[in-house]
């Protein structure tokens, strides 16, 4: 099984996990810029974690043979911070590297004027750099969010496909299939989804435009959760090379829209006859 | 610093395909900022010469007539192939020379990371240059640590002093005190002193 995390925050993590990763089958992941816990007060800040989401954990990742990505913006919680607003500044700067596979995360926290201001400016920025944007659903209201989400991201002349809305569940999962924007999935242990529910969802909705991914960051999480839906889905019927488009060819096909993806030196899985997609995205 | 261990810029412009070529006099016209992390992804990266990748060289041009505060500019916000790509023409004789010493922040910093590629790629002429005696050896003693192969530091041996001789004794001897191998490349500096 070859696993392609779409959504990690390996800043938080432990060279312990980056070698678990290794050693279940990740390859390659994306890490979104999003808040650290502790909030920030200014500038400076942000730009050193955004240097060290291109600089040092790309490094980190590279000696386990992992290839690290990222996602740059200013995300929701800290835009309501007039502090922090500044960052808007500097994102061009970073939106024009070749790590930066995406916009995000993008989106709501707590629904303020403030979150609306900063969430479309970044999807103008996405559309200026040629890049897929990554959204973010707030946790608390999250139907109403996912609903203002959309409503916004259709505003902005954006392509759904360019487009994952994240954190999705049961609840909120169809509006987004039928918007055509890609619906992601965050594989907690104890909170968002499990591996068990997630399949359901599957089994719902079939395996395209789906993303699934651990999330994993500072709270409780676990960066194998990935490998762990895989496994339930193989053990409700699915067949290896459903697994391997879930895990691997729909990130590589979301991302890729960046044309930035560089993949090279990962492992073809044998379920899958050529990497035509990966090939695409090189060019 | 003594011209004849940098490269001149003609010698870059000569390996370029031509494709490379039409970019960067493209480029060329564009700011800095937005021409330089652009780069990789407009030429590729592929391998010229030995010392050379096709980015990395036209990243390299790129740089020459710029002025020091851009250069230290695009390394500041640079990615590690853009920051390499900055410490790498610094051994260019068309960007070095106009620099003079502006450029030692970006060798000091570079020697600060935990990043081994950065540390190999500031330990070429200009360091060798420009570094201070206790920089120097300090960024020496980090290589042996990184495992960074001390043939890589072009300071070396000229550089050599009795004071990096006992550091890199000191070092020797903490290593076998805890049962570990000393690093081959090191044991010729123990047993050669200058
Ligand atoms: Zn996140």
Known sequence: MRIFDPHIHMTSRTTDDYAAMAAHGVQALVEPAFWLGQPRTSVGSFVDYFDALIGWEPFRASQYGIKHHCTIALNPKEANDPRCR?????????????????????????????????????????????????????????????????????????????????????????????????????????????????????????????????????????????????????????????????????????????????????????????????????? | MRPEVLTPATELEMLLPASARTWLAEARRQPLETAFPAAARKVGRDRLSPAWTTDQAVRVLLLVGAPATDVLDVYRYGDAAEKLAVLHALSVADVAHPLDDQALPIIEDAIRTNDRRLLAAALGPYATHHLPQHAFRQAVLKCVFADVPLAVVDGLPKRVDQELIRMMSDFAAERSAAGRDTPADLEAYLTCPP
């Open chain 1, 86 to 283: 500044e960052v808007l500044e500097v994102l061009p700067r970073y939106l024009a590297k070749d790590g930066v596979v995406a916009v995000g995360e993008v989106g709501y926290d707590s629904m303020t004027p403030e979150e609306d201001e900063v969430f479309a400016t970044q999807l103008q920025l996405a559309k200026q750099f040629e890049l897929p944007v990554l959204v973010h659903t707030p946790h608390r209201d999250k139907a109403a969010g996912t609903t203002r989400t959309l409503a916004v991201v259709k505003e902005s002349g954006l392509e759904p496909h360019s487009v994952v809305v994240d954190h999705l569940n049961e609840l909120t999962v169809k509006e987004v299939a039928d918007s055509g924007c890609w619906m992601g999935f965050s594989i907690y242990p104890d909170t968002k989804m499990d591996p068990d529910r997630m399949v359901v969802i599957l089994q719902q909705f079939g395996t395209e435009r789906i993303l699934v991914n651990s999330a994993a960051d500072w709270g409780k999480s676990d960066p194998l959760r990935t490998y762990a839906t895989g496994q339930a889905m193989l053990a409700a019927g699915f067949t290896e090379d459903d697994v391997d488009q879930v895990l691997w060819r729909n990130p590589v096909a979301f991302y890729g829209q960046s044309q930035r993806l560089d993949l090279t030196g990962t492992e073809p899985d044998d379920t899958y006859e050529g990497n035509s997609i990966l090939r695409g995205a090189r060019a």
